[in-house]
């Protein structure tokens, strides 16, 4: 067990709905990651929260959003799904002072667009 | 491009075989470089890491090597057992404590028959 969890594990939803995944870093890392993981792709990076401030941004539709909130929860919210975005979605998180910023990934979310 | 090449796709063996698993990688500047076991339909679990400065690294019977100069890793299975069939994830940083830097393989299919 990371210490990273993740809600909900399944999530099935229709073309151009909205969701909303869940995650709860380690307690005390401040850094949140997020990841899509499409069939027989390797890991995409879409964003990374440090403290509640967006710090870095990867490969994130527009339709995607995220945020970081005061108790250092993340939320990545998905909108007017496409089939195509039926993925693996995972949340890593890593802590301050490791110099290897070693990331700890939950167990993920699986989302299905029909 | 920074990419990171992983081969075989998949390995298939048996039961308290040994098995080495390859990446060879582009990315430029080097940080460290990670593996990564991936069951499926879980997150990643960190399995080594390691610095341009070390060319080798062990945990349990897992053990990586690396040569930056032809920046080149393997991962080496010793006595491999049925849990040990997973997705193995090769991931290069090339600047530290840049985790959105990260850039992932896509993974080797390890099958451990009995």
């Known amino acids: 067990d990371s210490g990273v969890t993740q809600t909900p594990k399944h999530l099935i939803t229709a073309t151009g709905q909205r969701v909303t995944l869940r995650c709860s870093p380690r307690s005390g890392d401040l850094s949140v990651y997020w990841y899509q993981q499409s069939l027989d792709q390797g890991l995409q990076f879409l964003i990374q929260y440090y403290n509640g401030e967006e710090r870095a941004k990867g490969n994130i539709l527009e339709r995607f959003s995220a945020q970081q909130f005061p108790d250092l929860h993340s939320e990545l919210n998905l909108s007017s799904l496409e089939l195509g975005d039926s993925a693996l979605y995972f949340c890593a998180s890593s802590g301050r002072g490791d110099p290897y910023n070693e990331q700890f990934f939950g167990p993920g979310t699986r989302l299905t667009v029909l | 491009k920074n990419q990171v090449e992983q081969s075989p796709q998949s390995l298939i063996i048996l039961e308290g075989k040994n098995c080495t698993l390859q990446c060879n990688y582009t990315v430029s500047p080097f940080s460290n470089l990670r593996w990564y076991k991936q069951d499926t339909g879980r997150g990643p679990v960190s399995l080594t890491i390691m610095t341009f400065s070390e060319n080798t690294k062990s945990n349990g019977r897992y053990t990586a090597t690396l040569d930056a100069d032809t920046k080149q890793s393997s991962l080496h299975i010793t006595a491999s057992q049925l849990s040990d069939s997973a997705s193995y994830i090769c991931?290069?940083?090339?600047?530290?404590?840049?985790?959105?830097?990260?850039?992932f393989g896509k993974g080797t299919l390890l099958t451990v028959n009995p």
């Open positions: 991931v290069v940083s090339p600047l530290q404590g840049s985790n959105y830097k990260l850039t």
